[in-house]
Nanobody, 115 residues
Framework: QVQLVESGGGLVQPGGSLRLSCAASRSIFSIGAMGWYRQGPGKQRYLVATVTSRGSTNYADSVKGRFTISLDDAKNTVYLQMNSLKPEDTAVYYC?????????WGKGTLVTVSS
């Protein structure tokens, strides 16, 4: 099993930046892949960014060039650096891990982009 704890959400003005963190209970190299989903008000949850244990990344078109996912295996932590935030980025962001064919989820952290 994998336990995930997110942090770093909050209120930010349009154009601002936030960094989300997701701490895993074991080594990322033993997990395989991690990433972030988000779910906005009245919307379905969808994939924002992923990173594999080898460092390969993938992004949703809506965040390409603005968001960067990275990992620090020494800290068992995955980060999502979010720049040039827009009101439509407002959502609960969920960290996930894919290990052994099973998805594990964090409880989510709220990001609100508003002036």
């Amino acid at each position: 099993q994998v336990q995930l704890v997110e942090s770093g959400g909050g209120l930010v003005q349009p154009g601002g930046s936030l960094r989300l963190s997701c701490a895993a209970s074991r080594s990322i190299f033993s997990i395989g892949a991690m990433g972030w989903y988000r779910q906005g008000p009245g919307k379905q949850r969808y994939l924002v960014a992923t990173v594999t244990s080898r460092g390969s990344t993938n992004y949703a078109d809506s965040v390409k060039g603005r968001f960067t996912i990275s990992l620090d295996d020494a800290k068992n932590t995955v980060y999502l650096q979010m720049n040039s935030l827009k009101p439509e980025d407002t959502a609960v962001y969920y960290c996930y891990a894919l290990s052994g064919g099973v998805n594990y989820w964090g409880k989510g952290t709220l990001v609100t982009v508003s002036s």
